[in-house]
């Protein structure tokens, strides 16, 4: 959707905020337009037989940079799809992964199409013809562009793609890597459906580790009770709201749907409102909770943190004064419009940039891709061999105290790790690793004032050392 309540388009947006930070760090103006130009942009049509009439649809995929090989972000299907939203995307794709050290360039696509109108079997036909579309043309294969689930895709996509590349390809042993975000039994990786919720956990949890952060934010310590509202209730918000509510225990006070919103002051429990939609297939009638068709007053619900997880230029500059967040966790790309950032930043909101808030998918997409081109789960050749040693140290230990340990305690230390441990503390390490970059940038260079810049000025110095190093031909 382009920023229709602000006179710059969404690339527009990305790329005055990437301006701010390239003015911090003295990038030439060549080496500038370099890095934010994107470099191709495919627009496919084709026709699909449905319900036995033809129809047009059009798709497009953006590669925005390739300094790093393959070129990597999601493909969404949406009604109001655009190529100045797809480039925007593929954008933030590759500032994201600079940001946190995930070795691809970025590329994002998108389907012009409302999924909810067409059958399992109508999109599977849909799905696999756009993907013919783009492996013909070159922007899909393991080596060169791998796309992920996004806003109105999931695993069921991405295993038809997978499928429809084996067929193409079915000479090229690592088929699996072309996409990511598949299902576990279909070459997929355990944690990769919960990443990015997970992920913008993990950011709040860094974020709450340093006491003079939330003091920025004018917040009290601890995420315990802090009061949240979530915007989006689909892959990403729902598993954010989940964690953070049976993990860490805030309080879910509101969740907005395009339908509507729900509002209990004393918490929502969100499992709870997951069953009622994935019933009723709207937030309304759930009980003991305020419902209000009124989507865009939900933003405006008061609260301590505001996690926008739907779309993008939700926030704008005719409601970001009505925002009573002290804290925005940015879970979607592009939630905030850059008019809309600089009045929050005015009124001292504190901003968790998307491009490191939702990095998580990627993050673990950059994990499934390893474990598809090296054959192998993460753990299985170790996991024995750790138990073995766990049991060892354990009767020593026994030995050494002359205490015997307990079956429940024997059991959780003698436990090997399996693929879901290393996935998530992977993923825990990379987001820690990112806030601490990010928020050194934000303490130590007088001329950046928040942790958008900041974030920008460590992807940029990343993307354009590879710049200078290679050099430009
Ligand atoms: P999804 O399709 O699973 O869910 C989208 C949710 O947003 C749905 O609940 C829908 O009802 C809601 N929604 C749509 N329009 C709305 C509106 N106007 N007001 C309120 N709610 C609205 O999508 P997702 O995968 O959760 O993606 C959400 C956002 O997160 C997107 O910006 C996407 O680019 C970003 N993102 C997703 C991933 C991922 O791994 N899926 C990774 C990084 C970033």
Redesign the pocket.
């Known amino acids: 959707m382009s920023d229709n309540k602000s006179s710059v388009s969404f690339y527009q947006s990305v790329n005055l905020m990437a301006d701010k930070a390239m003015q911090v760090i003295g990038l030439d103006n060549g080496t500038a337009q370099a890095i934010k130009s994107c470099s191709s942009v495919l627009q496919v049509q084709f026709p699909v037989k449905i319900r036995n009439k033809i129809e047009v649809f059009t798709g497009w995929r953006a590669v925005h940079s390739t300094h790093r090989l393959p070129a990597k972000g ?1 493909i ?1 299907y949406a009604p109001y799809a655009n190529q100045d939203e797809v480039e925007a ?1 593929a954008a933030l794709m590759t500032y994201k992964c600079a940001l946190v050290d995930v070795p691809f360039g970025g590329s994002k696509g998108a389907l012009l199409i409302d999924p909810k109108k067409y059958t399992r079997d109508e999109l599977q036909l849909i799905t696999r013809r756009f993907t013919l579309e783009l492996v013909r043309k070159g922007f899909l294969s393991p080596s060169t562009n791998v796309p ?7 695993e069921r996509e991405m295993a038809w793609m997978a499928d429809t590349y084996k067929h193409l390809h079915p000479e090229d042993i690592n088929y699996l890597a072309c996409v990511t ?1 598949k299902p576990v039994h279909h070459g997929g990786i355990r944690g ?2 919960e ?3 997970r992920g913008v956990q993990y950011a709040l949890q860094e974020f709450f580790k340093y006491p003079e952060d939330v003091k920025l934010a004018g917040l009290s310590e601890g995420l315990k009770d802090k009061r949240i509202v979530v ?8 598993h954010a709201a989940k964690f953070l509510s049976q993990e860490d225990g805030a309080k879910i006070v509101g969740i ?4 509507g ?1 729900l509002y209990n002051e004393d918490g929502l429990d969100v499992d709870a409102v997951y069953q009622h ?1 994935v019933a009723h297939k709207t937030l309304q009638n759930f009980p003991n909770a305020r419902f209000s068709t009124e ?2 007053e ?1 933003l405006t619900l008061d609260c301590d943190i505001l996690i926008p ?4 230029a ?1 926030i704008h500059e005719d409601n970001a004064s009505e925002i009573k967040a002290k804290l925005i966790i940015e ?5 905030i419009t850059y008019c809309a950032d600089e009045l929050l930043r005015q009124r001292g909101v504190v901003i968790i940039p ?1 491009f490191f808030a ?5 993050i673990v ?1 950059y994990f499934e891709w390893i474990r598809n081109i090296s054959h192998i789960r993460f753990g299985r050749l170790q996991r024995r061999h750790d138990e073995l040693r766990h049991q060892h140290f354990t009767s020593l230990l026994e030995q050494l105290t002359g205490t015997t340990i307990s079956d429940e305690l024997r059991e959780g230390m003698e436990q090997g790790s399996e693929e879901i441990d290393f996935v998530r503390s992977g993923l825990y390490d990379t987001m820690r690793t990112g806030y601490c970059e990010l928020r050194e940038v934000f303490n130590s260079n007088d001329k950046v004032n928040d942790l958008r810049t900041a974030g920008y000025v460590v992807s940029l110095k990343k993307i354009s050392r590879t710049y200078l190093d290679i050099g430009i031909y």
């Open positions: 999601g969404r995307l992920a689930p996004d806003m109105g895709t999931g975000g990769r459906k990443a990015t919720g915007q989006g209730f689909g892959n990403v918000g729902y907005i749907k395009s339908d919103y939609v989507t865009e939900g997880a739907a779309m993008e939700v879970a979607a790309n592009g939630p998307d939702n990095a998580g998918g990627v997409s």
